[in-house]
Nanobody, 117 residues
Framework: QVQLVESGGGLVQPGGSLRLSCAAS????????MGWFRQAPGKEREFVAG???????TYYADSVKGRFAISGDNAKNVYLQMNSLKPEDTAVYYC???????????WGQGTQVTVSS
């Protein structure tokens, strides 16, 4: 069982920046993918960004390209640098990881990001 601890959420004004962090621990299988999803009130959870350690690639939703940057280290920590934040970025952000060979998926508890003046 993989445990995920997220941090870095908060209140920021439009145009501001935040950096989210997610630390993974536990489990017996290798993490091959780490990413971020978000869920705004009344909306479905949506993909934001991901990093595949196995493929050596990063992925972004169109809505955040050019503003957000995902990075990580040792397939244990993943970060989301969020710049030029907009009110529509307001949501609970969830860390997501996948392990090999079972392809099991794990979720963090979520961290609130609020963009408001």
């Amino acid at each position: 069982q993989v445990q995920l601890v997220e941090s870095g959420g908060g209140l920021v004004q439009p145009g501001g920046s935040l950096r989210l962090s997610c630390a993974a621990s536990g489990g017996t299988f290798k993490i091959y993918y780490m990413g971020w999803f978000r869920q705004a009130p009344g909306k479905e959870r949506e993909f934001v960004a991901g990093i595949s350690w196995s493929a050596g690639r990063t992925y972004y939703a169109d809505s955040v390209k050019g503003r957000f940057a995902i990075s990580g280290d040792n397939a244990k920590n993943v970060y989301l640098q969020m710049n030029s934040l907009k009110p529509e970025d307001t949501a609970v952000y969830y860390c997501n990881v996948r392990v090999t060979p079972t392809n099991d998926e794990y979720w963090g508890q979520g961290t609130q990001v609020t963009v408001s003046s």
